[in-house]
């Protein structure tokens, strides 16, 4: 959804996440494969479910195939 960790990390500080519908705070809480994501980016709200985790970090191609999109809301 971002390009860097860190943007990653300060979208969960700033209350931009929840996880199975609640609101995380701590960009270090694991998730597990079936967790629902939801992420208020760039005026929208994206909606995930997490299906698989990559061995090593790899390119943004690769990592559309690890979660599911269940939907998007402006």
Known sequence: MVKARTSAAELVVTGHVRVNGVRETSPGHAIKAGDVLTIALDRTV???????????????????????ELGTRN
């Open 46 to 68: 994206r909606v995930l479910k997490v299906t698989g985790f990559n061995e090593r970090r790899g390119d943004a191609a690769s990592a559309r195939g690890l979660y599911e």
